[in-house]
């Protein structure tokens, strides 16, 4: 019998998953300071991220008998190769982070919540829901990591980022319906689940509103905790 959502095998991956994210995420909290250390431990991960999606590709092509499948057709996939090599390649704070790590953190989250891919194997432990699932896994522990280390910081300012590189995504997918014959590729026509309207022409502006509500929270938050540190104590 092939696994279910929040089934024994999923739920056993999420527990042990949260459980390693929390305990890690204390001890990186407590013990790594240098910028040196911090760009290493990054660097290292989003290698390992990006083996992760590469491994899951490959064996999407691989089992499909389609080569088409090496180019990552939803946003997830492509999340975490963007976040993988922006990562590896680019600087601290640098300017595709301002859009990927928004979506790759929401992708990742609702995909471990709702990993329906897994359905399709006979286990978890099958090489297209294993790649799947810690890529996913890994591209938000990232998200969450290069904020907690200040190699991220979010900027309202930068919305424009979110319109360019959803626009790019798109691109990819018109590219990859009309021409590779892709038809589920970004959710451009098909819904993300079936027999529902959630197409990304849906998605997308409930992504827009969210990312508006996180950016006011996230600047309230900001400036209520800058008006505390330079409030100076009266004199008695």
């Known amino acids: ?41 990054i660097k290292s991960l989003a290698g390992l991220l990006l083996c992760a999606i590469l491994c899951n ?3 999407l092509a691989v089992i499909n008998n389609d080569w088409t499948r090496l180019i990552p057709n939803t946003f997830c ?22 859009f990927v790590v928004y979506i790759a953190f929401v992708g990742g989250l609702v995909t471990l ?3 329906d891919f897994i359905e399709s194997y006979p286990t978890i432990f099958h090489h297209v829901s294993l790649s799947g699932l810690i890529h996913h896994a890994l591209s938000l522990y990232l998200c969450i990591l290069v904020q907690m280390l ?15 590189g959803f ?15 892709v038809n589920t590729a970004f959710y451009i026509n098909h819904p993300i689940i079936d027999s529902t309207p959630l197409t990304v022409w849906v998605l997308a502006p409930i992504f827009a509103v969210g990312y508006a ?3 006011l929270a996230y600047e ?3 400036r209520k905790l800058q008006n505390k540190q330079t409030k100076t104590p009266e004199c008695d």
Not at 77 to 98: F, P, Q, R, W, Y
């Open 57 to 59: 590709r490959i064996s």
């Open 113 to 115: 919540i709702y990993p």
């Open 1 to 41: 019998m092939n696994p279910t959502i929040c089934g024994t095998e999923h739920i056993v991956f999420l527990v042990i998953f949260v459980v390693i994210s929390i305990i890690s995420l204390i001890l990186i909290a407590k013990y790594v300071k240098t910028e040196k250390t911090k760009t290493i431990l």
């Open 150 to 164: 200040g190699w991220f910081t979010p900027n309202y300012k930068k919305w424009k980022n979110l319109v360019i």
């Open 213 to 215: 509500l996180y950016m």
């Open 220 to 222: 309230l938050i900001k």
């Open 167 to 181: 626009l790019a995504y798109i691109t990819l997918g018109t590219f990859l319906i009309f021409v590779l014959g």
């Open 77 to 98: 996939g492509l999340d975490s190769l963007v976040l993988a090599l922006a990562l590896l390649i680019g600087k601290k704070n640098n300017e595709v982070l301002h």
